[in-house]
């Protein structure tokens, strides 16, 4: 479910701000019934009709992008910054992120213009995991890696269980690689659990969110997610919805 405004905004009828104005103003109706209240939301088999006039909406896209370092994941930046959606000028569609990688943080970030499946795999009681490889100050030891898993305290609130697996250690050089597997998704929540312990991280990349992997997508490359793919998603947040 979205809220109407939203829908009205995708559709490419108005802004979102301007849809709201529509709807107070008793111009918009959902399947049949003028509708004015601002919080309501609908689903993709509701009729939504703005003036008498039953907006167009759009078929569903799901994308999957390697976002390089330096790019806010976002639509746009009122800084100027790049934006993940600038790697998609042919795509018409009003496609947004599924969740966040921070600025610093490179990596797999899905696509979409379909909200209700974008909620669903950001709930946070779906549990879908996210895999990340981070180089790391210092050699965490095995410790230090059990903490990971069993969780860390990140803004007042420990971590749900993880998964945690060293890749590499360099003595010489004083840094290791550690695979890091999260089912959360909290604000800059990799870097902050390797802070707990000790060991900041140097650089960040997502491999996989569920069943989607980079493989080989260079940095900025993108690919249309196959609908097989997009199946597997939501059985993967409904079946740890379930748990």
């Known amino acids: 479910m979205e809220r109407l405004q939203k829908v009205i905004a995708h559709a490419g009828v108005a802004s979102r701000r301007q849809a709201e104005k529509l709807i107070t103003a008793g111009r918009v109706k959902v399947n049949g019934e003028t ?16 003036d008498e006039v039953p907006i167009y ?29 600038d790697y998609f000028p042919d795509v018409e569609e009003r496609i947004y992120p599924i969740g966040r990688l921070d ?21 946070p009681s779906h549990e879908v995991a996210k895999g990340y490889i ?18 860390v305290i990140i803004d007042r609130k420990k971590t749900a269980p993880a998964k ?4 590499k250690t360099e003595e010489a050089k004083d840094y290791a690689v550690v695979e890091l597997v999260i089912h959360e998704g909290r604000n800059r ?3 902050k ?9 140097q650089k960040l990349r997502r491999e996989f969110y569920g069943n989607i992997y980079l493989d080989d997508l260079r940095p900025g490359q993108s690919r249309v ?14 079946d740890g919805k379930e748990k």
């Open 103 to 123: 600025y610093n943080t490179s990596g797999l970030l899905l696509l979409t213009n379909d909200g209700e499946f974008a909620n669903l795999l950001m709930h």
């Open 189 to 191: 929540q990799v870097r």
């Open 57 to 85: 909406k759009e078929e569903p896209k799901y994308f999957v992008l390697n976002k390089p370092t330096g790019v806010i994941s976002a639509v746009e930046d009122d800084r100027g910054r790049p934006c993940v959606t």
């Open 164 to 167: 945690a697996r060293m890749i």
């Open 134 to 151: 981070a180089k790391v100050n210092g050699i965490p030891n095995r410790d230090d890696l059990r903490r990971l898993e069993k969780g």
């Open 193 to 201: 659990m390797f802070d707990a312990i000790g060991h900041s991280v």
């Open 35 to 50: 509708v004015v209240e601002l919080g309501t939301k609908v689903s993709r088999h509701d009729r939504v009709e703005v």
């Open 225 to 238: 997610l196959l609908p097989f793919e997009v199946q597997q998603l939501k059985d993967l947040a409904e």
